[in-house]
């Protein structure tokens, strides 16, 4: 009986970027982000990199000038290079903040045909309809939204003074299906834009 001794090459890691999206004063994002990256931490199929939009100074006017042109030769790299996205993101009035709005705004061809999963919080609706809105702009952006979502309601209940969940049981549990989602959808996609280059 013959043993096939051919090696696999190993699938190389989908890189994900988390795009942290409040830059409010006193804002909560960067607890449930250590908590997300710690999550994607877990998994050796994925490769994490950071987006925060209070670290950028992105206009909203969208003048091209010099420091608009310094801010994205840090940001863009980061997500042209990216197989698949998580967007962290409160929910303000009803919808998303506008940081998080004016960088997407600013790129466009680096979000297409790639995945983009989300990790909401707030208070009684945890975020949701901030997904929801979210949900079309990616459309229009030709990107592929994952299903299946992460949602922290009375999220600052939910973690204790050291930013551990006090209940990590539904949360983690939600995280590794969205996560699988995000693996499968970033090699697929992947796959495809290395066959075929995305005409949309």
Known sequence: MQTNTESVEPIEPVRVTVV????????FGPVVADWLLNRIGDHDDLVADVVDVADT??????????????ELAAITPKLASADAFVV??????HSYPAGLKNLIDWHYTEWQAKPVAFVSYGGVSG??????????????????????TVS???AGASFDEEGRLRDPSGPDAAAKT??????WWGRTLREGRA??????
Do not use: C, I, W
């Open 20 to 27: 942290v999206g409040s830059n409010r004063e006193g804002r």
């Open 57 to 70: 100074a992105l206009p909203t006017t969208f003048a091209a000038g010099a420091e608009a042109k310094a």
């Open 88 to 93: 962290l993101t409160p929910e303000y009035n």
């Open 127 to 148: 975020g949701l309809r901030a997904v929801e809105h979210l949900r079309q702009v990616f459309a229009e952006l030709h990107a592929t939204t994952v299903r299946d």
């Open 152 to 154: 922290f309601h009375n």
């Open 178 to 183: 969205m996560l699988s989602q995000v693996v």
């Open 195 to 200: 066959v075929r280059a995305y005409g949309g």
